[in-house]
């Protein structure tokens, strides 16, 4: 069974960039679809990035495209998420899946914080 460990996360200042890690065991991520999620205290969980196994097709949610960029290293089985231009508001704890779309009764990992603040 796939299983994550994300991390990377840490106090940013606005303006600044970070890199997420999201290492998996248990398989090989070429037949699968990986997404970065958020959710921020009092908000819902939300979708931020995707990236097909084979690297060759990746959606980013409007508010950090541009700014986020999403990238897979099969021979490490890593996804990463690298963040630029970092606001407030991306302040949230990080979460990745083997999969694009919230589902309910989602199992999800212990996550990493990220958090943007001067």
């Known amino acids: 069974q796939l299983q994550f460990v994300e991390s990377g996360g840490s106090l940013v200042q606005p303006g600044g960039s970070l890199r997420l890690s999201c290492t998996a065991s248990g398989s090989t991520l070429d037949d699968y679809t990986i997404g970065w999620f958020r959710q921020a205290p009092g908000k819902e969980r939300e979708r931020v990035s995707c990236?097909?196994?084979?690297?060759?097709?990746?959606m980013y949610a409007d508010s950090v495209n541009g700014r986020f960029t999403i990238s897979i290293d099969n021979a490490k089985s890593t996804v990463y998420l690298q963040m630029s231009s970092l606001k407030p508001e991306d302040t949230a704890t990080y979460y990745c899946a083997a999969t694009c779309k919230i589902q309910p009764f989602m199992s999800w990992g212990q996550g990493t914080q990220v958090t943007v603040s001067s």
């Open positions: 990236i097909t196994g084979d690297g060759g097709s990746t």
